[in-house]
């Protein structure tokens, strides 16, 4: 079985294909568990998780509080007046006391520097709950939500419009290891960090998937199973608003862009979403919009994660076909 007691959870980079098929097997393991057979499940009672939130949050703060209490376990939220965390106390101080009070940490932080000096200090495991580089838990909600939506993962086609940021980040670590190819557009001076797109240029080169940049939506999203957006505005970002509604006219994902994507495409959007990047038609359009599915299943994977993380998790029911 797959071992992944007391690893950090930081960024898809660190996790492998088989890995992270172990995590999305147990998030839909898990979901049919407690949601569809109502079992009583508690392995983790007596262990409690940590939430540090620099940055505000509806889906990661719930998804983690509520799947915490479901697994029989106990979550502390700690918001940015809560806790000393680089503030009044080092990040490396903070670390050491919250490895001795509870089992595993999630941080909503700035920089992604901030979760590699947690966990360099954290003998327990520290968890990503976003950081200005990376999203790595939206991203497994996503790919469950793909495999449930299309039954299988490998082959599919994504296509991203708008900011090069967080989570397409993290659509790069994940996406090619998973067999999917990816199309990015995004305007000048929005482009994906380039470190982060050397490394995926690597795992397509690997993986035998495909790998596009344009600055033209419509060409990013042609024959593409998944338009999926974000914020232009990302958090931390609000000063420069005004300009950034300037500079992404075009990019808003609207219906004729889903139509050139083709009659089965699905949109997707983290959440929370913006007035400016996508049309109402489509946002709340039930046949093609996944978005609310893809928030439930935010619940789903960071529990897959926690528990893992935790203890070995086999699962009951048979792997999805990813
Ligand atoms: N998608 C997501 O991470 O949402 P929150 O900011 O509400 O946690
Ligand atoms: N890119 C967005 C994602 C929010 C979940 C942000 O960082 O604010």
Redesign the pocket.
């Known amino acids: 079985g797959t071992d992944l007691i007391g690893r950090h959870f930081l960024t898809l980079k660190d996790y492998n294909q088989s890995e992270i098929e172990h995590l999305l097997w147990t998030a839909s393991d898990l979901k049919t568990r407690y949601k569809e057979n109502k079992e009583v499940f508690q392995p983790l009672i007596g262990k409690s998780i940590a939430m540090i939130f620099q940055k505000?949050?509806?889906?990661?703060?719930l998804s983690t509080e509520t799947g915490m209490s479901l697994l029989g376990g106990h979550a502390v939220f700690l918001g940015p007046d809560d806790i000393h965390l680089g503030v009044n106390e080092s990040l490396q101080d903070s670390a050491k006391v919250l490895s001795r009070m509870t089992d595993v940490v999630l941080a909503r932080v700035y920089g992604q520097s901030d979760l590699e000096e947690l966990s360099k200090y954290s003998t327990v495991p520290i968890i990503s709950g976003?950081s200005d580089m990376y999203?790595p838990l939206?991203i497994l909600a996503d790919f469950q939500t793909l495999q449930e939506h299309f039954g299988q993962l490998k082959g599919l086609k994504l296509a991203w419009v708008g900011d090069g940021n967080n989570v397409v980040h993290s659509f790069l670590m994940g996406c090619p290891k998973l067999g999917m190819d990816l199309n990015i557009a995004t305007p000048k001076g929005y482009d994906v960090d380039p470190k982060v797109k050397e490394d995926a240029v690597t795992l397509v080169k690997q993986s035998g998937t495909s790998m596009n940049f344009t600055r033209d939506p419509m060409e990013a999203v042609a024959g593409t199973d998944v338009v999926i957006t974000d914020t232009w505005i990302s958090m931390g970002q609000e000063a420069e608003s005004k300009k950034r509604i300037k500079d992404f006219m075009g990019y808003e994902v609207t219906k004729e862009m889903m139509a050139a994507a083709g009659p089965h495409a699905i949109f997707m959007h983290?959440?929370?979403r913006h007035k400016e990047e996508v049309s109402d038609e489509v946002f709340y359009d039930e046949k093609r919009s996944v978005v609310w599915q893809e928030a439930e299943n935010?619940k789903w994977t960071v529990m897959a994660v926690m528990l893992n993380l935790l203890q070995q998790y086999m699962p009951l029911h048979p792997k999805p076909t990813f």
């Open positions: 505000r949050s509806t889906r990661t703060r976003l999203h939206q983290c959440l929370p935010r």
